[in-house]
């Protein structure tokens, strides 16, 4: 079974893409996957999410807001993850949706909203996303992307479970070239202490030069 890790930007396009990619992997692929998606909150998240939206980088009010928001939006899409791993996964997709494709505001009428649209228990979702639960889970995820070596959004890292001490990096992740490597052979592969990154820690990754 391969475990896929997919970092992304909750207010991306990019990583919507990405997202969209990861299912229809799961059906394509000839072998189980679990996957999930893990938000990446850092400075090179807040200037994507700046640039996407074709705000100003140098008013520091808009960079906070946005910081604030992808902060809570982050929080939201762990509280939906308490609820369930399918329907977190579905909860984060129509939030995208409506802020990407439909052009709406961030608002917390709108993430209770979204809620309701993925059979959340309601009570329970406006309590966890202001929880400090919630506050731990989000730390953990920028660990473990730090723990990896994860700084870029669109990242996937995915493991063999036959050997999940060792595992393979996607930069600008896309259908394809996960396909690639599965029927490649990639995932199956050893690589030695020695042929690795210094700046990467265990699990042992090998990182997949992606030329699309």
Do not use: W
């Amino acid at each position: 079974m391969l475990e896929l890790h997919l970092f992304v930007n909750p207010l991306g396009m990019h990583c919507l893409r990405c997202e969209k990619d990861v299912l229809k992997i799961d059906h394509d692929l000839n072998t189980k996957i679990s996957y999930q998606f893990v938000p990446l909150f850092n400075m090179k998240t807040i200037d994507n999410t700046i640039d996407i939206y074709h705000l100003n980088p140098h008013d520091l009010t808009i960079r906070q807001r946005v910081s604030k928001t992808l902060n809570q939006v982050i929080l939201d899409y762990k509280a939906a993850l308490f609820q369930g791993r399918k329907r977190g996964r579905h909860y984060l997709l129509l939030l995208q949706s409506a802020l990407i494709k439909q052009g709406l505001n961030y608002s917390d009428g709108l993430a209770n909203k979204i809620a309701s649209d993925s059979d959340l228990d309601l009570e329970m979702f406006q309590e966890d996303r202001q929880s400090q639960l919630a506050k731990q889970a989000f730390r953990q995820d920028q660990k473990i992307a730090s723990d990896l070596g994860v700084t870029e959004t669109a990242t996937a890292v995915v493991f063999n479970t036959n050997d999940s001490d060792y595992g393979l990096m996607i930069p600008n992740f896309n259908y394809d070239t996960l396909i690639n490597a599965f029927k490649s052979g990639e995932l199956d592969s050893k690589v030695s202490l020695n042929d690795l990154a210094n700046s990467y820690q265990a699990p042992k990754l090998t990182i997949l030069q992606n030329n699309n």
